[in-house]
């Protein structure tokens, strides 16, 4: 069976194997790199678009059939490369699908230079939500905890069986009840780095998570179990859990930068897909404006970034229950 739609975009699993979608304008040429284990430098099987068939005005689409959930990938494309113009095409660099729903391992050593970036992983976004709905408490009646998920119950401390995860906030929903907590405020969960881009350990790691890789996915490393796509089901049992209590969740989104940085940072997605529409730029697009402080600025003027920006909030609410 051939797939030919093109939206949604990201990894959409079907009965027969998966569709990848991806934005670029820009691309002379798209491929994607599967990988069979998380651990792998190099994937094991390359696939290239074929831009006659596989693309459709800026959207790049492809069905391989027989692929199933857990399947891990990245996406690489080939384009102008012109730092001058802010065109950062880099058909070595191995690039985290924007809409990925979930991520696995960390940046993994390279001493070729080519920055590995922690793997996509195909989803099945079945889950048995047993009836669970929003709370819908009035905001005058909420008592809010923010809340750093793996500070809340890491240390010993706690008490708890799995410290520092969202199964670990699980365990603490009785201290949260006595309390009087009727939201808890995630500090970031969706996906950051939280060591170099090269592998190497960080004498001050990113403990806080304001520094995005994939707006889509959970933050791995507040997983329990370590299998791909795993944090998925674990992000979803916490909220279960929570809104069972009475507790709803709230999420503190982080949309105005991300980790690729500005002209001296490395290209780990956007940056390497269609840097013009995804971030604000300057001085003919040499330099990036920094509106975040954080070395770039998201381009929420355009409209495929903001149709991304609606994309994640309708996902952290319908696929995850948020209030």
Same mark, same amino acid.
């Given at each position: 069976m051939q797939f030919? $739609? =093109? /939206? @949604?975009?990201?990894?959409?699993? $079907? !009965? *027969?194997?998966?569709?990848?979608? =991806?934005f670029s304008r820009s691309a002379t040429a798209m491929r994607l790199l599967m990988y069979e284990n998380v651990d792998d430098t190099e994937p094991s099987e390359v696939v290239h678009f074929d831009p006659k068939s596989d693309r459709w005005g800026d959207i790049w689409s492809i069905f391989i059939p027989d692929l199933k959930a857990g399947q891990l990938y990245h996406f690489q494309a080939d384009g102008p490369r012109d730092p001058e113009r802010g065109m950062w095409f880099d058909g070595q660099a191995r690039l985290v699908d924007p809409y990925a729903k979930a991520l696995v391992g960390t940046f993994q050593n390279s001493p070729d230079g080519i920055i590995r970036p922690p793997k996509c992983v195909v989803i099945d976004d079945l889950f048995d939500w047993e009836g669970d709905r929003h709370v +819908?408490? &009035?905001?005058? !009646?909420?008592?809010? %905890? !923010?809340?750093? =998920?793996r500070g809340f119950s890491r240390s010993e401390t706690s008490g708890v069986d799995h410290p520092g995860t969202y199964l670990g906030v699980i365990e603490k929903i009785p201290y949260l009840k006595s309390l009087g907590v009727t939201a808890v405020e995630l500090m970031p969960v969706h996906e950051f780095p939280t060591t170099g881009f090269y592998g190497e350990k960080l004498e001050r790691g990113n403990y806080w998570? %304001? &520094? @995005? /890789?994939?707006?889509?996915? @959970?933050?791995?490393? %507040?997983?329990f179990s370590k299998q791909p796509g795993a944090v998925v089901n674990e992000f979803k049992q916490m909220v279960k859990a929570l809104h069972a209590a009475g507790i709803e969740v709230i999420l503190d989104v982080v949309f105005n930068h991300t980790c690729e940085g500005n002209e001296l940072g490395p290209t780990l997605s956007f940056k390497g897909l269609e840097n013009h529409v995804y971030y604000m730029l300057d001085n003919g697009g040499s330099r990036y404006k920094n509106y975040s402080g954080c070395g770039n600025t998201v381009n929420? *003027?355009? @409209?495929?970034? +903001?149709e991304m920006i609606f994309h994640c909030l309708r996902h952290w609410v319908h696929n995850y229950h948020v209030d």
């Open positions: 030919t $739609h =093109v /939206l @949604p975009y990201g990894a959409i699993l $079907h !009965e *027969n194997g998966v569709q990848f979608v =991806v +819908r408490r &009035d905001l005058s !009646e909420s008592i809010i %905890y !923010e809340m750093q =998920v998570g %304001y &520094d @995005p /890789l994939a707006f889509f996915a @959970p933050h791995s490393g %507040y997983s929420g *003027n355009h @409209p495929i970034v +903001r």
